[in-house]
């Protein structure tokens, strides 16, 4: 692959990433071969970690709600310190706390959507 075709194609994935609401900072983000990564390393972590619950539910790994109201608010936590300043945030942190946020999101999506279809039917 030419490299206009590379930065072409790296250009389009960082638009996307935009469009998907991410801020994208370089320093915030991974690097792979000296290219940034089209969403930061916490949103890494989401999409990773919801694909992660996904597959978690369907090969039945469930833990009890409470455990992924933690999973949530360890990236609250994460963020907060961040912005309160108190300690900087890294790279990896940010990822395993968005890992962790993602395999909730979708746990409590799942059982939210099957508590509202026994409701309504």
Known sequence: MKKQDKIK?????MRLGNRC???????????IKGWQFPICSRCTGILTGQILGIIFHLTGIIFPIYVYFIFLLCMFLDWLIQYKKIRESTNFRRFITGNLAGIAQVEITLKLIIYMIEILF
Do not use: N
């Not at 609401?21 to 690097?31: I, L, N, P």
């Open 21 to 31: 609401g991410c801020h994208q900072m370089e320093e915030r983000s991974f690097q």
């Open 9 to 13: 194609l790296w250009a389009y994935f």
